[in-house]
């Protein structure tokens, strides 16, 4: 008779498991909207923390999880955000103590891996961005790292994740909630209300993440941009900002077709009837090219591999300089090549329930 597998804490690590999820970003929320139902269909059980930061609580909520608000944003000083890292890992660690939970698992929450540590609970951590600088924290505090296939070996080596402890799939994260998504022909409405008619064409864009710790720079470019779609009278502009300060900010531009949103838009949907994307992160441009909709960077920081992947695949255009904003396509989209890549959500399934071994 085999043994049973055990947790660091000497528990029996038995078949069905109490997973905790930490949502830590809004990006998180559509990612495990996609994979919780799968982990409860294996039969395991699932609690859910969320960090009240950008759009996350608001987007949990409308996907009808249940969640405990813990933590918020520390700002955009690095002194803050260490703060806010550890006093929000206190917080984590108070309340998952006692709760007996198998796995803590999320999409680089630094202070769920730090919480995870404290209370001897196994951590996976999923990350697709190679120039983070804190994965120097949550690779060496994991059990598990999870990456894309294209992910270099050298960042997991700088950062601290031993090769017995990397799991990788094909593909991107997008791919996971995305492969099979289907546009809901109701979303017009929507767009309607907001003032967007079927006959103007749809640029929605994403402005930098300029407090995020891999984004410590201006990006005068981003300002360009939105001078130029500004001066398109056929063009509507959705411009989803990030913080409210940003909100602020930006509608103080003179723009009679830019659209800031108050409330939280299903950003698939968003997507899908959008004729251009441009983005200066990265999740968004990687949603567009899931879902086979134009898409631009411009994003001023260090590339993520697997955004050249989808540059040299033709799913992506870059814009680093002025001239680049020429070859925009300001247009009504003529169809879409969406991925659909359907293994991508087994395969991330599988590797983060694969057993740990003693």
Known sequence: MESALLTTDHRPL??????????????????????????ERRGHEVLLTARDFAQTVELAR????EIEVIGGHGGGRLSGKAGNLLGRAAQLARWARG??????????????????RALSIRCVTL??????????????????VIVPRAFPDSALRRFGAREKKVRRYAGTKEDVYLADFAPDPRFAEVLDKLGVKSEDV???????????LYHRFENELFDELLERLCAHASVKLILLARTEAQRALYLSRKCANIILPREALDGA?????????VSAGGTMNREAAALGVPAATIYAGQWAAIDEELVNE?????????????????????????????????????????????
């Open 202 to 212: 749809l640029v929605v864009v994403r402005p930098p993440a300029r407090e995020a």
């Open 127 to 144: 990350m697709d961005y190679e120039h983070q600088p804190a994965n120097h924290l949550a690779f060496r505090l994991a059990s598990r």
């Open 99 to 116: 709760r007996n939970i198998d796995l803590a698992v999320s999409h680089n929450s630094y202070a769920q891996a730090a919480a995870a």
């Open 62 to 65: 409308a996907a009808s999880f």
């Open 14 to 39: 038995t078949t069905v498991m109490l997973i905790w999820i930490d949502l830590a970003n809004s990006p998180h929320v559509p990612f495990f909207r996609a994979l919780v139902p799968e982990f």
């Open 269 to 277: 949907n968003l997507i899908a009837h959008a004729d251009l994307i």
């Open 314 to 358: 033709g799913r992506l255009l870059r814009i680093s300089q002025r001239e680049d904003l020429d070859s925009l396509p300001l247009r009504k989209k003529a169809g879409v090549n969406a991925r659909r890549s359907l293994h991508v959500r087994d395969e991330v399934a599988d590797l983060i329930l694969e057993p740990f071994r003693p």
